[in-house]
């Protein structure tokens, strides 16, 4: 049996150790050629500090399987979000988390989701006109912004009862400001000096101007939403969205702030964006540089009808589902999780103290070759053979508890949107595929990923 500090470490100099290796924007593929040569547990030095970078997908799991009591997300997140004054439902810990898990979930419920449909379906009729007018003008096209506004747009109207129509706008201001955000809020994470208290660079300013813009969007929704409710009171029994859900439940329990109600919505949109639009966009990106999944994909286009957007109930799509399922695992959008136990505990063999930084790794068994046959390549069709692969050998969306409570509406904006573009353009590829980057800030996109739209 190891104890901590004979795990095997990569090499390192100075006296940060591994400090540099986390400003890194490939980190997660650097985590993995690591994981590769170390083993499923090793160690990593920030300064003074020993991190167990974790990949054992058993052990991953039982470690998220023990939250909120023995783990919690890495102390830093929460002093960085309360910070920023956005500490909601991502980064609350203990019996607050509680709480505010329990008053998001009902917006995601498969009845709630129903309900929303005809809205959602609204919406991706919008990014096909926007596909079309885009085909048409035959220019440049960075999918993943085009799929951040469709994004935003769905969370918003679920979330706050707001149609933000930004994909029929050119310039975006709340997406432009959103985008600010994450990376900043990803570097202070793992920052072990919390420099920006004392000197502010051009990027923490302009941080605190995007924040204040988000923050400003979302206080006038909440205003709205209080004057709907205060002139239907019936919708305190039915509430729409979140907004509603959470201004109600403000009324029995005024421990709940409008800081609190703030705060989870920013946590919303933060949460809802960018993970379900880089996850389309890499699907994309895929299926753009592999001609041989074209075939099986026209098949099931063509069985899915004429359709310009998927009605309800939305149809299982097995060969959309499978290169949704091949993109979650070669380009997953969230591959890692930072944690920490709150008590001295065991992983597995390994006796771990308070406090000790876990990078928890979502994505590895995704590159494991005992789960799935040559791991590296694109093949939607181990999805759809029998005893090829498991969606429970992946988990894109976390586990236990804290699994991503957004998880049904995403796989529903997936599929909705992928089958908009599919269903009517071909997607020209302007770069060859080893131009587009992977970039890790918080989540994980594809940049230099540029398309030509044809009409089909
Ligand atoms: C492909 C799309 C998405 C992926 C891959 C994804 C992935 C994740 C992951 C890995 C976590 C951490 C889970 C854990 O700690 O075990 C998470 C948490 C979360 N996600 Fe998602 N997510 C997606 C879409 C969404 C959407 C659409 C929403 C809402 C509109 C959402 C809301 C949240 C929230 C609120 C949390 C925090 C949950 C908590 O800490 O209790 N996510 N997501």
């Known amino acids: 049996m190891n104890t901590f500090e004979q795990l095997p470490m990569p090499p390192t100099t100075g006296l940060l150790g591994h400090v540099s290796f986390l400003k890194k924007t490939n ?22 500090k020993n991190v167990l970078v974790l990949s054992d997908p058993k052990l991953v799991k039982q470690v998220l399987k023990s939250r909120p009591d023995e783990f919690r997300r890495l102390k830093n997140i929460e002093s960085v979000f309360e910070e920023a004054q956005v500490n909601g439902i ?95 809020v990803n570097q202070r994470c793992k920052s072990p000096i919390p420099i920006w208290r004392f000197f502010k660079t051009q990027k923490d300013k302009q941080f605190d101007i995007s924040l204040k813009k988000v923050r400003d969007f979302v206080s006038e929704c909440i205003e709205k939403q209080k004057q709907k409710l205060a002139e239907n009171p ?9 907004l509603q859900i959470m201004l109600t439940e403000q009324d029995q329990d005024s421990t709940l702030t409008d800081k609190d109600i703030i ?7 933060l949460a809802g964006e960018d993970t379900t639009a880089n996850t389309l966009a890499w699907m994309a990106f895929l299926i753009s540089s592999d001609n041989k999944t074209s ?39 969230a591959p890692q999780l930072y944690l ?24 590895a068994s995704g590159f494991d070759s005992e789960l799935f046959d040559s791991p590296r390549s694109f093949n939607p069709n181990r999805w759809l053979e029998k005893g090829k692969a498991s969606f429970s050998d992946i988990q894109p969306f976390g586990s236990g508890p804290r699994l991503c ?32 980057v992977e970039q890790f800030a918080f989540t994980m996109s594809p940049v230099g990923f540029n398309v030509r739209l044809h009409t089909k």
């Open 340 to 363: 920490e136990p709150m008590k001295d505990t065991k992983i597995g063999d390994l006796n771990i103290k308070k406090g000790t930084p876990i990078f928890a790794l979502l994505h």
């Open 295 to 333: 075939q099986a994909l026209e098949q099931e286009l063509a069985d899915l009808g004429d359709e310009k957007v998927l009605s309800w109930p939305i149809p299982r799509a097995p060969y959309i589902t499978a290169i949704m399922y091949e993109a979650m695992r070669l380009k997953p959008v």
């Open 405 to 436: 409570p957004g998880r049904s509406l995403a796989i529903m904006e997936i599929k909705l949107a992928f089958h908009a573009l599919l269903q009517s353009f071909h997607i020209e590829a302007l770069q060859p595929p080893e131009d587009v």
């Open 90 to 184: 991502f980064s609350a810990e203990g019996e607050s988390w509680k709480h505010q898990r329990k008053l998001t979930e009902p917006m995601f419920q498969p009845a709630h989701l129903k309900h929303f449909y005809p809205k959602l379906k609204a919406i991706t009729s919008r990014l096909h006109q926007r596909f079309e007018k885009l085909a048409q003008s035959g220019e440049s096209v960075e999918l993943v912004s085009e799929f951040k506004k469709y994004t935003v747009d769905v969370t918003s109207l679920l979330a706050f009862g707001e149609d933000f129509n930004s994909i029929e706008q050119d310039h975006t201001p709340l997406s432009a400001a959103l985008s600010d955000v994450f990376p900043v």
């Open 27 to 48: 980190i997660h593929l650097q985590l993995i050629e690591w994981t590769e040569k170390y083993g499923n547990q090793f160690r990593l030095r920030l300064g003074m």
């Open 263 to 269: 705060s989870n919505a920013i946590t919303i949109l």
């Open 234 to 242: 019936n919708l305190k029994e039915n509430p729409e969205n979140m």
